[in-house]
T-cell receptor, first 109, second 113 residues
């Protein structure tokens, strides 16, 4: 099993839709998790941190399921500006951040 | 403003040449990282440093070298031994513990001609 796995998508949704991404991880000792957003040809930027069961910030909700070893990202009321790649990050061996390959989201009018 | 800078933004290199990518941070972070990203791929770790004068290989260190002589600086050299160096290179830093986020520089896009 790969350390961090994400569905690459693309997820193609209309404006206003609700969309959810999952990220599975293999290191059961992981304690902190992150979702980053990466726009085309730009650097990743932090979207949300997840330390316990979950986190919510406006239209974005991240949830952690330790038993099944996955984290999810829910985006409500999608905007055109949400179009990007969403990267899941999990601490790997020696607490080195390990990135998933990312999930591509396209929000269309 | 605190942050991470990388230079140059675009770099072209002839085959067989070594090239050094700059990464500087003024966030006073202990740890620094170099990643490589290929089209449609995630970030792969090249080297990381958790303290000055110390660094470790990541998953794809072959053909690369680094130094960490100052806390603020973590330059990456892409040597001629790297067989396929054309990629987007990202530098990141983080303060200490694993529950802290990484901050990224704007990246350097290297093309080998």
């Amino acid at each position: 099993r790969k350390e961090v796995e994400q569905d690459p998508g693309p997820f193609n949704v209309p404006e206003g839709a609700t969309v959810a991404f999952n990220c599975t991880y293999s290191n059961s000792a992981s304690q902190s998790f992150f979702w980053y957003r990466q726009d085309c040809r730009k650097e990743p930027k932090l979207l949300m941190s997840v330390y316990s069961s979950g986190n919510e910030d406006g239209r974005f909700t991240a949830q952690l399921n330790r038993a099944s070893q996955y984290i999810s990202l829910l985006i409500r009321d999608s905007k055109l500006s949400d179009s990007a790649t969403y990267l899941c990050v999990v601490p790997g061996g020696s607490y080195i951040p390990t990135f998933g390959r990312g999930t591509s989201l396209i929000v269309h009018p | 403003d605190g942050g991470i800078t990388q230079s140059p933004k675009y770099l072209f290199r002839k085959e067989g040449q070594n090239v050094t990518l700059s990464c500087e941070q003024n966030l006073n972070h202990d740890a620094m990282y170099w990643y490589r990203q290929d089209p449609g791929q995630g970030l792969r770790l090249i080297y990381y440093s958790q303290i000055v004068n110390d660094f470790q290989k990541g998953d794809i260190a072959e053909g690369y070298s680094v130094s960490r002589e100052k806390k603020e600086s973590f330059p990456l050299t892409v040597t001629s031994a790297q067989k396929n160096p054309t990629a987007f290179y990202l530098c990141a830093s983080r303060q200490g513990a694993s529950y802290n986020e990484q901050f990224f520089g704007p990246g350097t896009r290297l093309t080998v001609l």
